[in-house]
């Protein structure tokens, strides 16, 4: 169990959800962030425990000030963490312009969306849209589940 933004998250603390990837939070100081996806049955680490993670679908690159930013190889720009005690995530639209997240210690806020007191069995809290929309909760797939279990 893990709670952010006063948001209570059992099984697994994965408070958003952007294009197939997982942003899996660990409470702490800065909270470490890892974000996972799922590609051909195998799991592909884009940021892992606040660090960038080399891979082939993605350019993954951080900042001095600990900003993390991950550009699709064809497409641009997918999103950037700042992880710190108020985390904040920016998803890049099809549009080309951002949608904002924060995760605090009193909500998870999304695009005009904020989250308070409420309680998530085994699935993510928002989802993410490349459209630019934002959706409550959220189901895990079994595969990802399985990652997260061992």
């Known amino acids: 169990m893990a709670k952010f933004g006063g948001n ?3 099984g697994f603390s994965v408070p958003l959800v952007f294009e197939g990837r997982y942003f899996i ?3 702490g100081n800065p909270p470490k962030i890892t974000v996972v996806r799922e590609i051909e049955g195998k799991p592909v680490f884009e940021v892992l425990k606040n660090e960038p993670s080399s891979n082939l ?5 951080k900042t001095l000030p600990g900003i993390i930013t991950i550009t699709d190889k064809e497409s641009g720009f997918l999103y950037k963490i700042r992880p710190d005690s ?3 995530v920016a998803f890049g639209t099809l549009g080309g312009g951002e949608i904002s997240a924060k995760i605090s ?3 998870i806020e999304v695009g005009g969306l904020a989250l308070e007191n409420n309680t998530f069995i085994n699935q993510a809290g928002v989802t993410v849209c490349r459209d630019g929309s934002v959706k409550i909760g959220g189901s895990i797939p079994t595969q990802v589940l399985s990652w997260l279990s061992s």
């Open 25 to 27: 939070m660990e409470p």
């Open 86 to 88: 108020k985390t904040s």
């Open 105 to 107: 210690d009193r909500e």
């Open 57 to 61: 679908y993605t350019d993954v690159s």
């Open 8 to 10: 209570e998250f059992i």
